[in-house]
């Protein structure tokens, strides 16, 4: 704000007053990618946690590893990458991490639901077609 008044006061206006506020940042943003309903790149605040960034994003799909959320920092040049399990946050045994802008978030695939969900649908078409056929 100073050095704007200072600016616009050394050649255009006399005695300027100026204000200037943070529309948005660009750093304030949370990235939440894989099983998630609606994954994208969300605002975030100062104060976000992992588990509102996971609302926002409309949770995480019936595929998805609760065991296996991921984030990814940069902090003083370094990558830095931290597991959470999302059950144990909502039971309270893990804390809820804090949220920076610039994070990714990824919420994994389990392999096991996969599997599970692949099991049932072979199982299912395998009881349908013998529904399908009438003993002789």
Do not use: C, W
Not at 33 to 47: A, E, L, R, V
Not at 90 to 95: H, K, S
Not at 101 to 106: E, F, R, S
Not at 118 to 130: F, I
Request: glycine content about 10%; aromatic content about 8%.
């Amino acid at each position: 704000e100073r050095t704007l008044e200072n600016r616009y006061g050394a050649k255009y206006l006399q005695s300027p007053e100026i204000s200037v506020f943070v529309k948005e940042a660009a750093g304030m943003r949370v990235t939440m990618d894989g099983q998630f309903n609606k994954p994208g790149i969300f605002p975030t605040t100062s104060n976000s946690t992992l588990l509102q960034a996971v609302a926002q994003a409309g949770g995480i799909t019936q595929l998805a590893d609760e065991s296996k959320l991921f984030v990814f920092r940069t902090h003083r040049g370094r990558k830095l990458v931290a597991n959470y399990n999302l059950k144990n946050i909502r039971a309270g045994t893990q804390g809820d991490p804090r949220l920076f802008g610039g994070d990714v978030v990824v919420a994994f695939t389990s392999n096991t639901k996969v599997a599970a969900r692949n099991l049932r649908e072979v199982l299912g078409l395998a009881t349908s077609a013998g529904r399908l056929v009438t003993p002789f």
